[in-house]
């Protein structure tokens, strides 16, 4: 799996997007950067909702997990690297917060949905963390969400066993307990930062 972060027309839009992404801790925005850690993204118009089937067969929105700091991190289970990298970082991050773990809840979104089945999914995300739910849809539905946050990934030709892989961004999309998109965050950010930032939002929740 090649991580897209410098090839042709896909690495110039993500290139794009993060200079954009970027742009939103200019002026006006100290306050922001000394609470987070990462890359505050509160206001963009994109990254709003998604709709798809959780692993156990229930539909889900953003609105369902109302009341908790969620991270979104979309990939695929056959990733041989910087998916379960991300998700143990995920994982670790969430363990950290002690009592507080029960307020955050952490989403998976499936690129291959072919191949990603909801048992597989149910095997996968939950062993990273318990409550870690894996997310699927049509492969449209997946498309369109994938869009709606801007996340450029392609899947590559199969070789000559029918295996294939999926180029991705790597990003963790974190939403506040009200459900508004709050944080970027890169697939090489750390665990100490992840869980600074998890625990800055849940702050806000009890002011």
Do not use: N
Not at 14 to 41: H, K, N, P, W, Y
Not at 132 to 138: K, M, P, V
């Amino acid at each position: 799996m090649r991580v897209i972060f410098g090839h042709g027309r896909r690495a110039s839009a993500l290139i794009v997007m993060t200079a954009a992404v970027l742009a939103l801790t200019g002026c006006g925005e100290r306050e922001a950067r000394q609470r987070f850690q990462s890359t505050d993204i509160t206001g963009v118009d994109w990254g709003r909702d998604f709709d798809l089937t959780d692993h156990t067969g229930r539909q889900r929105r953003l609105g369902d997990f109302r009341g908790k700091v969620t991270m979104l991190f979309f990939g695929f289970t056959h990733c041989p690297d910087m998916c379960p990298l991300t998700l143990a970082k995920m994982a670790q991050a969430v363990e950290r917060l002690g009592d507080d773990s029960k307020q955050v809840q952490g989403l998976f979104v499936t690129l291959d949905p072919k191949r990603d089945t909801p048992e597989l999914l149910a095997r996968y995300a939950p062993s990273f963390y318990p409550t870690f739910l894996g997310l699927y849809a049509s492969p449209e539905r997946i498309a369109a969400t994938a869009k709606e946050f801007k996340v450029f990934y392609a899947l590559q030709p199969p070789d000559e066993h029918g295996f294939y892989t999926v180029d991705h961004q790597t990003a963790i999309f974190v939403f506040d307990s009200a459900g508004r998109l709050r944080l970027y965050m890169s697939g090489e950010t750390t665990v100490s930062v992840i869980a600074h930032d998890l625990k800055a939002l849940l702050a806000e929740t009890r002011a």
